[in-house]
């Protein structure tokens, strides 16, 4: 017998799982069959796709044994199994991503932690709940040589050789204090009923069943084997019979979800390609959508077999929310993933799927307001990704997303923003760059306020990147007030005038501020500041520019923005009927450092700004 410790991770997680008061232990079982399940599936598409596997048995099944008086339960299956290097690498270190993400993510407040794991299901550790001791004894396919694994959940387990006259897992719970309530038959069905109905194996409970003797007139205990579940690939069944019990309950048992999902799409498609799909939307998003190796929710099944639940190919990244199942009658059942990637059914599947759900959507958005925000509240930013990503689709995504307005509260369409538009209004305008007090104080917003346009704010870190990508909807155009060419649009007749009139005090500052500015000009789009700076149509703003150094970027070179004057501003007045003299000079910074201020960006020399400033100040008091 051999004694390992587990890897720290999973002492923690286990601590966790004991002790956070955790409030529905009852999950353990589903766990533990929809690992059954897994190890089923596995099995059965290496022997309809490996030669090496043809000749060995499958007699899929998952078996249930209770002990009422000893307290114990074995849950065993027919499955793949596991031998002595896969039992100490999966049950005594956590290899899912997800897992260490979902550890990175505790607090350490008991009632907000346990609320994670409930989100997050924490895989067979879950035993540990309502088991004291657990026993795994396991003989892979096709290897003769069984091994029992036995742990305490506490610092380690023991691994040793056993028997087991046929392969597949055994798994050997004795209930502690908290687990004796499953010890229990009734409440054993009920749970394999509530959450794994519709696993596609049939699932059977050897209990003491109580039957009433007529002649000897009490009741008697007879060892019984039922089967519990439904077991049919509830997906296939036609929509009609399907209720919604049915869809939240297949949603927990194979989707992997913990809450009710938000919503799901049910399609069946017949003619030159056949294939069902099922996607859930969750309504809380996964918690790992944000990281590089999120885990894929897209089941991949061929003629209800299941073939792997890993392929970030079913769907777009941006869908990566996305949960459910693609099953198809086409595709070959041992299709690689190699295949995957060219495979045409896969993409027309692929491209019809994204269609549907994303239609769908524009459905919700329509018809159930108060679901549609709940949804966009979650997933407004993976559809953000799609405009930037999926051009086939960017019209509908262009209506699916939401904005923060100057007009409005809340969050708005861009269907909505056209319905506003004022006549003489050629563009929509938009501002990034920032934080949204930020934005909304912004001197650039100062002339659409005057003129009452309205201007979205987009204050999301990826706006300015898919937006810059993004210039039309329908046939209006996008602007982003920060960019100098969107002047254009607000220009008043009496214009040039003025901007002449300007002209001497417009090369008194450049010459001051040399090389630190592209150009100075008069503006049109200021009313109460006197000075703001804009960028080139095909140039990050100034905002842009700093967070892309922050992240690492070095090679971008250092692009000078432009100044803009108001002309109407009596500091601006005043300066144009001064003389040429050190005032004018430090006026000439300030004017200009403002204006870095106001867009976000921090100062380079913020101790010649002070110096100036106190010049100024010592002048007027
Ligand atoms: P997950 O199922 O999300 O991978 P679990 O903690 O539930 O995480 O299980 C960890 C791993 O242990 C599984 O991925 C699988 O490789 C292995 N495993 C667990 N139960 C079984 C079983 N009954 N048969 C075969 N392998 C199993
Ligand atoms: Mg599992």
Redesign the pocket.
């Known amino acids: 017998m051999s004694k390992r410790e587990f890897q720290t991770e999973v002492s923690q997680l286990l601590q966790l799982i004991i002790h956070s008061l955790y409030s529905h232990p009852e999950i353990f079982l589903r766990?533990?069959i929809?690992?059954?399940s897994?190890?089923l599936d596995?099995l059965r598409h290496l022997t309809l796709t490996e030669d090496s596997y043809k000749a060995l048995p499958f007699n899929p099944r998952i078996d249930l044994e209770l002990d009422e008086e000893n307290k114990t339960l074995t849950?065993a299956?027919t499955?793949?199994?596991?031998n002595e290097e896969?039992l100490v690498s999966?049950?005594g270190t956590i290899?899912?991503s997800g897992?260490k993400n979902f550890l990175s993510q505790l607090s350490g407040d008991a009632k907000r932690d346990s609320n994670l794991i409930g989100q997050f299901?924490?895989?067979?550790?879950s035993a540990f709940m309502v088991a004291d001791s657990i026993e795994?004894i396991?003989r892979k396919a096709g290897e003769d040589q069984a091994w029992r694994w036995v742990s305490d959940g506490k610092t380690g387990f023991e691994i040793e050789r056993a028997e087991r006259p046929t392969a597949?897992?055994t798994?050997l719970l004795h209930f502690n204090e908290e687990g004796k309530q499953y010890a229990n038959s009734w409440r054993l069905q009920e749970i394999v009923k509530k959450y794994s109905n519709h696993i596609a194996f049939p699932i059977f409970l050897t209990y003491d069943k109580s039957e009433w003797d007529e002649a000897e007139k009490k009741s008697t205990k007879i060892r019984t084997t039922e089967q519990v579940n439904a077991a049919s690939a509830l997906w296939r069944r036609p929509k009609s019979e399907l209720k919604e019990e049915d869809y939240k309950e297949l949603y927990k048992s194979v989707a992997?979800g913990w809450e009710d999902p938000l919503f799901w799409f049910h399609t069946k498609a017949e003619g030159s390609l056949d294939y069902t799909t099922l996607f859930y939307v969750p309504s809380k998003a996964p918690l790992d959508l944000y990281q590089a190796e999120y885990k894929v929710g897209v089941k991949l099944y061929v003629k209800r077999v299941f073939i792997m639940d890993d392929a970030k190919e079913l769907l777009p990244q941006y869908l990566r929310f996305i949960r459910g199942i693609i099953d198809s009658e086409d595709l070959p059942l041992n299709v690689s993933r190699e295949i995957l990637q060219q495979n045409r059914v896969l993409t027309s599947i692929r491209t019809a799927s994204v269609k549907k759900i994303l239609s769908e959507l524009k459905n919700i958005a329509a018809n159930q307001p108060e679901q549609y925000l709940k949804f966009i509240t979650e997933y407004n930013r993976p559809l953000k990704e799609g405009l930037h990503g999926d051009f086939a689709n960017r019209e509908t995504l262009l209506d699916l997303v939401r904005f923060k307005s100057t007009k409005v509260e809340g969050l708005t369409s861009l269907a909505d923003v056209k319905s506003r538009m004022k006549e003489e209004q050629k563009s929509i305008y938009y501002i990034t760059g920032g934080a949204e007090p930020l934005l909304r104080t912004s001197p650039l917003l100062e002339i659409y306020k005057k003129k009452d346009l309205e201007v979205l704010i987009l204050d999301d870190d990826i706006d300015e990147i898919v937006f810059s990508g993004v210039d039309k909807y329908g046939d209006i155009d996008l602007k982003a007030v920060n960019k100098a060419s969107t002047s254009e649009d607000l220009k008043d007749e009496a214009e040039p005038e003025k901007a002449e009139a300007l002209q001497p005090l417009l090369d008194k500052l450049k010459a001051t501020l040399g090389e630190n500015v592209k150009e100075v000009r008069a503006s049109v789009r200021l009313a109460d500041s006197p000075s703001c700076i804009v960028s080139d149509e095909e140039e990050p703003s100034m905002k842009m520019q700093q967070m892309l150094r922050a992240m690492g970027q070095t090679d971008i070179p250092a692009l000078k923005p432009t100044l803009e004057i108001n002309p109407d501003h009596e500091i601006v007045k005043k300066l144009l009927a001064r003389s040429d003299d050190a005032t004018t000079q430090d006026a000439a910074w300030l004017l200009f450092d403002q204006a870095l201020l106001m867009e976000g960006v921090p100062l380079q020399d913020p101790a010649a700004f002070v110096q100036r400033l106190n010049r100024i100040l010592n002048l007027s008091i």
Do not use: C, P, Q
């Not at 499955?79 to 596991?82: C, K, N, S």
């Open positions: 766990e533990l929809s690992n059954s897994d190890a596995k849950i299956d499955g793949i199994g596991m896969e999966h049950l290899a899912r897992t299901g924490v895989g067979f550790y795994v396991s597949g897992t798994i992997g």
